[in-house]
């Protein structure tokens, strides 16, 4: 519930201004010469948005364990709206500030390239493999919220350099994100259903 209740309020703040789909009252930076901007730009929120809500979802242990057909249609779905939505993303990044180009060019990447691979690693029963790239890739995934609340607090202070958030809001989400991932990883490695999968991995 917490978590989707930080979805909702992120979907929520970030569409609000995009609720009329005019490109010309749309907050966007300028593309000019480059008419596919605007199709890309909604195709990457639509299948971004697409992809927040599932995660929660696949998160839930009440429903990956009652419904683990539910589970596995809407991984798939999540899986192939992350590969859309990060191509679009890779597509358009370029007319962004420049500084964060880089910080948020790794952060997609990775997130296409942990999600798909995830969804391998399901197909292969490999499921403790499968967990943790779904946690990387759910890590990733939540930068964008970080970046939201981070840019309003450094706006907030006087003084604070423009060019130092936007470095920080493409940075610091994913990295401390993976830390805590990682963190919980570590401290669920000995629950039940883990050293289940681990042991019909092993025998398999």
Known sequence: MPLALVVLGFLIYQLSPFRELNEAKAPIPPHDGFPLYWPLLLTHMFF???????????????????HPRFHRVSGRIYVVSAVICGICGLAIVRFAPVVGQIGVSIATITWV????????RARQRKFTKHRRLMLYSFAILMNNVWGVVLANILFAIPGVDMLYIFEAVRWVGFVVNMYLVQWWIYRTENRADIRRWRRQEATA
């Open 113 to 120: 390239a942990v999600t798909v691979m995830a969804f391998v």
């Open 48 to 66: 971004g948005t697409v992809t927040m809500i599932l995660v929660v979802f696949q998160l839930w242990p009440w429903m990956r364990t009652n």
